[in-house]
Structure formats: structure tokens, C-alpha cells
């Protein structure tokens, strides 16, 4: 018996790669993403229930610019995904759901998490 002939799903390659399919793969990498902070900020909890040197140990990691800068990152991170959920409990009410209002909402949210990254740590340093 010959195998039946079953239609099978589009591949990446017929559809345009567009923002929100970016912005989508990002929202899952920012997710997995979270995962690498929150173990940062167990360290730092960790350094600071042993105190004294282990605290100051953690404090100087984060201090170095390497760890400015990954803990910049993990600020975006968290802004970013923060705002994708809100982008896909805006489209659970099927608001913005057609083209333009797809690549208005994924604008403002790639906007709004570097707007509130930058603000975040003007503060931080602000007020340091």
C-alpha cells in the first residue's frame, strides 16, 4: 500500500522574516535568559546570608565591569520580557492583531525595554 499523501506545514522558508517573528524567537530567549539572572541573584543572596568576604567577593564580581555589564543585560532581559507578556496579554484580547498594530506593538515594546533599561540604571547611578 502506498503511504498517503498528507499536506504538510509552511517552513520558515516561504514566509518573510518579519519583527514580530523576531521579536517572538527574543521573548523565548529572554525567558531562557531569566533563568542565568535568577541564579545571580541566588549568588548574591548566598554572599550576603555568609557575609563578610563572600559579600564582598560577590560585590566585587558585580563591580567589575563585566559584571555591569551583564547585569545591564539581565535588566533589558527583564524589561523586555516583561513587556512581551504584557504584548501577548494585549493580543489574548485580540487588540493589534493586524499587521500594523502587530509591528506597532512590538516597536513600542523593543523601545519601552531599552527606554526603561536606560532610566533604571540612571537611577542606579543617580542615587548611588
Given amino acids: 500500500m502506498a503511504p498517503r499523501s498528507r499536506p504538510l506545514s509552511p517552513h520558515l522558508s516561504i514566509y518573510r522574516f518579519t519583527l514580530t517573528m523576531t521579536m517572538s524567537i527574543v521573548h523565548r530567549a ?10 545571580l541573584l541566588v549568588l548574591w543572596l548566598i554572599g550576603a546570608a555568609l557575609g563578610g568576604s ?28 516583561m513587556l512581551g507578556g ?17 509591528e506597532l506593538i512590538v516597536r513600542l515594546q ?11 540604571w540612571a537611577l542606579l547611578v543617580w542615587f548611588r
Avoid: C, E, K
Fill in 86 to 102: 504584557i504584548r501577548h496579554f494585549v493580543w489574548d484580547f485580540t487588540r493589534a492583531m493586524d499587521p500594523a498594530g502587530r
Fill in 110 to 120: 523593543l523601545a519601552a525595554s531599552i527606554l526603561l533599561t536606560l532610566a533604571a
Fill in 30 to 39: 529572554t525567558g531562557m535568559a531569566l533563568y542565568g539572572g535568577m541564579l
Fill in 54 to 81: 563572600s559579600f564582598d567577593a560577590v560585590n566585587w564580581l558585580f563591580g567589575m565591569w563585566l559584571g555591569q555589564l551583564v547585569l545591564f543585560g539581565f535588566t533589558w532581559v527583564l524589561f523586555h520580557h
